[in-house]
């Protein structure tokens, strides 16, 4: 798994994000809640004349965190035809993994790696953004 990913923080804990879903990072902007959306999802915001949907990294992975802070970030991701913002706490670092990585015990993580002994999990871009989408998991 040596792949480049970028690495991010989320319920104060480390995430990494496969580089080549990841089409920019932008400060936190204003999101407009939508009424029914599933959980997780903070509601769309405008991204120069689109309409993306908000995902709250660390609520999706079932975490608290906060997202209020100067070092919030929005990262827009693509999987295929799905695109979303996450929201995260900070991006801490953009550069390889390690290549051993071990299985994790969520629907929205491909597996872990240890950087550094501490655990960073890899997010399955496809199952995150799917969710803004509407998709069930």
């Known amino acids: ?5 970028v690495r991010v923080r989320a319920g104060g804990e ?3 994000l496969p580089v080549q879903g990841v089409r920019e990072i932008t ?9 029914g959306a599933p959980a997780g999802v903070l509601g769309v915001w405008n991204l120069r004349g689109d309409v993306i949907a908000a995902v709250d990294l660390a609520s999706l992975l079932g975490l608290e965190g906060s997202v209020d802070s100067d070092e919030a970030r929005m990262v827009v991701a693509e999987h295929g035809e799905l695109r979303a913002g996450l929201m995260v706490e900070a991006v801490t670092e953009v ?3 390690p290549a051993a990585i071990e299985p994790a015990d969520s629907d ?6 240890r950087v550094d002994r501490a655990p960073v999990g890899v997010v399955d871009l496809g199952a995150a953004l799917g969710i803004a989408a509407g998709a069930p998991r």
């Open 108 to 113: 929205y993580l491909t597996g872990a790696v």
């Open 27 to 35: 400060r936190r902007q204003r999101i407009t809640p939508v009424p």
């Open 14 to 16: 480390q995430y990494a």
């Open 95 to 97: 550069g390889p993994l």
């Open 1 to 5: 798994m040596t792949a480049i990913h």
